[in-house]
Nanobody, 120 residues
Framework: QLQLVESGGGLVQPGGSLRLSCAAS????????IGWFRQAPGKEREGVSS????????NYRDSVKGRFTISRDNSKNTVYLRMNRLKPEDTAIYYC?????????????WGQGTQVTVSS
C-alpha cells in the first residue's frame, strides 16, 4: 500500500523550531518531487515548499523563505521540513505530497497531515 506519513508536529512557542518528517512506504520516495503544504482553519490549502526528486532544486513560499529548509534523505525514504523562527501565522495542519516531474504539476499521493501550533 502506497503511503506517506507525516510526523514531528506539535505545540511550540513563537520563535521556536520544529522538524517535520515525511516518510514513505510502499514506494520509492526518491522517484518523486515532494511538496509540503499547509492548511489553517478557515483558509485555503497553500504550498509551503517543494524539493525535486534528487534534492538538487527546491523552492519556498515568500513568507517562509529564510526560516524553513526542505531536505531529503532518499536512502531513508524520508523528506524533512526544518522550521525555525516560527510565527503564530505558521499554525496549520502540514501535509506532504509526492508528485512527478519538476516542478511537479500535480501531486498523486498525500499524507494525513500533522498539526503545528505556534502559540505562547
Amino acid at each position: 500500500q502506497l503511503q506517506l506519513v507525516e510526523s514531528g508536529g506539535g505545540l511550540v512557542q513563537p520563535g521556536g523550531s520544529l522538524r517535520l518528517s515525511c516518510a514513505a512506504s510502499g514506494f520509492t520516495l526518491g522517484s518523486y518531487a515532494i511538496g509540503w503544504f499547509r492548511q489553517a482553519p478557515g483558509k485555503e490549502r497553500e504550498g509551503v515548499s517543494s524539493i525535486s526528486s534528487s534534492g538538487g532544486s527546491s523552492n519556498y513560499r515568500d513568507s517562509v523563505k529564510g526560516r524553513f529548509t526542505i531536505s531529503r534523505d532518499n536512502s531513508k525514504n524520508t523528506v524533512y521540513l526544518r522550521m525555525n523562527r516560527l510565527k503564530p501565522e505558521d499554525t496549520a495542519i502540514y501535509y506532504c505530497a509526492a508528485g512527478s516531474g519538476w516542478p511537479a504539476t500535480s501531486y498523486d499521493y498525500w499524507g494525513q497531515g500533522t498539526q503545528v501550533t505556534v502559540s505562547s
